[in-house]
């Protein structure tokens, strides 16, 4: 449970926005990407568990901005899973520049488990898997 | 078959690049965006298709750009359907910047419809929409 | 200070990902739109003012996700400016579904003010579109 | 002038769209972050010319979508560059699967330069870089 999984990134320009900065919500989107390879890595296939019927989805999400990424920058987002109860997952996160390690972005993203109909539902594997 | 169909939009800031105007991707969300617009006009629902296994996808896109929009711009898309043959169609499309009608981008876009497995399959209800 | 600005939207497919569902990233530019929409409703142009060196940053952003919008949906983004302090100010906002008003999104937002050095700095036009 | 760059990439869950496809948008996407690396790589700083006020802005862009891309999927896209005239230049870019090679996009973008004022404008280090 206390691995700390870890993908690196470069910033595309696409990404910065007319401040000359990554725009905020391109952060969600570096989190996200390295939670599900995470979650790739543990062996759970977040498109086809969302195929067969079962949604991984955010609850809440806080992420504390402390200084903008730039066009070229390099960049590392980490994610440290933590189980807050059977249905709830929490994902600390955190994303530094390279290779000066200055702290980017810190965040805490809350999550649970349903199924088509919204009902919480966690099935066996990701259980298994958050659990190990 | 000659129906012109046109949206409104104004320009968003976060869809402003480093360069201060619109980002080059974003004019084809304006596009896709304005084409199931028109779908949804004339009784044809995208994403209901998709959910349903039918998938009308863009087989080729043309873009001219003649001019960028900028932040808090206002601007008009227009949609006109062409049918090239039983299974592709063709989308003519112009965005124009409001009020002065300053030409932005002209678009030609050809698409068709298939199956999950990636077949040329075209159901009724479409084959009647755009033969009327 | 205890005004409320508002502005409709209406989801478009592309803000959709493989759940079927707007992805979460995608609230965030809704957010900030309408952020920006009340900034230049008060008289304030974030894009000019980027353009002139003074950047508007948001510093800690907390969401909760309370029901997720699809393909179609209408929607309501509220914003609320609360000061927080000479050089902080909050944005409390909500997302609900039109026209069942159902709850989709709860935020907060604080920002605050720099300077092209990334120095605090509060042009007197905002601190005082801020105040009144 | 006949140097071919290339960048692999993984397909990113957010850029998929309810079709749990690659949304058509992205590949525009890839393609200019694939020139603005490859602009790098011969010396090219895109984000710096638009702070100077050069701005390398396309013309024209024709894709032609062979199939589409898929959660997970890695892919190689490729850069060519072609001096049209003095002010003009062509990209030839293509998409291919990986490992597969699979065909996914063919695309030439026609570009050129430009300064604040939207008057043609190469700057010599540009010119010489594409005549190299």
Do not use: W
């Amino acid at each position: 449970m206390n691995e700390v999984f870890r993908l690196d990134f470069k910033v595309r320009d696409y990404e910065c926005d007319l401040q000359g900065v990554v725009n905020n919500a391109n952060y969600q989107h570096y989190l996200e990407h390295t939670r599900h390879e995470y979650l790739e890595h543990i062996g759970i296939d977040f498109a086809k568990l969302a195929d067969e019927g079962t949604m991984l989805v955010v609850k809440r999400i806080e992420m504390d901005y402390q200084f903008p990424l730039r066009s070229r920058d390099h960049f590392r987002v980490d994610c440290r899973l933590e189980r807050i109860s059977p249905l709830r997952f929490g994902f600390v996160q955190n994303i530094v520049r390279l290779p000066d390690m200055k702290p980017i972005v810190a965040a805490k993203i809350i999550g649970t488990s349903i199924n088509r109909q919204g009902r919480p539902f966690l099935p066996p594997e990701i259980d298994q898997a958050f659990s190990s």
